[in-house]
């Protein structure tokens, strides 16, 4: 479970990508590309729209001027799962990425420790 601040859902010390950070490039429309390289199935995510059994990203209006804020969870029957609020598109984006590919390292015995990894 993710520590939560006030609000539910946002993670603790702030959301945002640092300029350092591995992931500050990382957009919505590239995103499925790169999980595509890494071996994620293309039914795993939706990109800008809620879809039901897949992990889903997109942008939500936040009430001011400078844009939207960001959210990702999984989608099962209607219900929202593991969510999280971003407040910009490429953390979002590089937290749904280093989820699943995680994941699917996880699930493929490729981790450290593993005959293959």
Avoid: I, K, Y
């Avoid at 897949?54 to 969870?73: I, S």
């Avoid at 971003?86 to 699917?104: H, I, M, N, T």
């Amino acid at each position: 479970m993710v520590p939560v601040a006030s609000g539910v859902g946002r993670a603790v010390g702030g959301n945002r990508a640092g300029p350092a950070c591995v992931g500050t490039g990382v957009r919505a429309e590239e995103l499925a590309g790169w999980l595509a390289a890494a071996g994620v199935p293309d039914a795993a995510v939706s990109v800008g729209a809620e879809a039901d059994r897949a992990w889903c990203v997109r942008a939500v209006p936040d009430g001011h001027d400078d844009g939207a804020e960001w959210e990702v969870f999984w989608c099962d029957g209607g219900g929202r799962f593991e969510w999280t609020r971003f407040d910009d598109e490429p953390a979002a984006c590089f937290s749904l990425f280093g989820r699943l590919v995680w994941a699917r390292l996880a699930a493929s015995g490729s981790g450290p420790g593993t005959a293959s990894g």
